[in-house]
């Protein structure tokens, strides 16, 4: 009953984990991105630069600051 009811909670509020690696000094998974219906919340932040992902960054433009990165 618990578990249904928490699940039902994961769904709404859609809220995941990306890390990132940093288009600007390459760092692997260094920038963790808090996203939220399919946008960045918050500016997030390389650990190794301080390079800065905006926030309301959405997916499509992460896959692109990924592929920058590699
Ligand atoms: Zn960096």
Do not use: W
């Amino acid at each position: 009953m618990s578990e249904y009811s928490s699940a039902c909670e994961q769904a709404r509020t859609m809220k995941s984990f990306e890390d990132i690696d940093c288009p600007k000094c390459h760092a692997h998974e260094a920038i963790e991105a808090v996203i939220m219906d399919g946008l960045t919340v918050g500016d997030s932040i390389c650990d190794e630069c301080g390079y800065v992902i905006p926030e309301g960054t959405n997916h499509k433009e992460l896959a692109i600051i990924e592929m920058m990165a590699s």
